[in-house]
C-alpha cells in the first residue's frame, strides 16, 4: 500500500489493474496470516462474489509542450491528493496509479439503501470536482476528468477484493477531456437531485482508439 503514496507518479502502480493484481497477492498472504483486505461500507465476510460496488475515477490530462513541466506535475499531483482526502472522507478506498486515482466503495443489496449510497458517491464526485475547477494556483494546462461508475467487483472469500468490471476504467471512462462530472448510466439509474446530459461516446481504450461505451455516458450538474 505505500507505493501506492508514492509523491513521483513513476513510483507507484501505472495501472488499477496493476494494484488490484498486487493487492490479491497481497491479500492472499494476509489471510494466510489470518487477515484482510476489506472495503468500508459492506460487511463482506458472506459478501457473493461478485457484488456490486461504485467507483469515483480522476483521470489527469497534462497538455504540455517543451520542458517547462514542473509546474504542471505539480498541480497534477495537487489534484491527486485533494481526490485522496476528499474520497476518503466519503468512505472510498482510494488508489493513486501514476496519473490517476480511483475511489471504490461496496453498495449494499437492498434497492433503496443501494440507490441511497449511489445518489452519495456523485455527491461526493460533484463535491470534489467542484474543488478541482476551483482550486487556488491551478495550472491551465492540466485537466481532469471525473467520472462514477456502478459494476461488479469481485471478492474472494474472507472479504478480499480480486478485481472485476469496475476496475477496468478503459471499459467505461471517457477518452477526451470532459469539462462537467460524468457517470455512467447504470451510475445514475434512479437517481435525482441531479440534471444528467448525454455525454462522450468514445472512451480511453489501451490501444489510444475509440471505442463504443460498455454502458452509456452523461454529464452531470447538480440541480438547485
Known sequence: MLRCLEKRPEQRYATVEEFVEALRRA????????????????????????????AVYVDIRMHVEGDEIDGAVADAGFILDLAEDRLREHGFVVVQTGNSAIGLRALPAAPAADLAARGAAIAAAADLHEHILTRDGGDPRVHANVCVHVDGLHWRPGGEISGGPLVRTEAWAPRGDVLALCATTAAVDGVTGFDFVAGPTLLVTAGGEGAAPTTPLVTVTRRL
Open 27 to 54: 491479500a492472499l498472504g494476509a489471510r494466510r496470516r489470518g487477515s484482510a483486505v476489506v472495503l468500508p461500507g459492506e460487511a463482506p465476510a458472506r459478501a457473493p462474489a461478485p457484488s456490486l460496488g461504485v
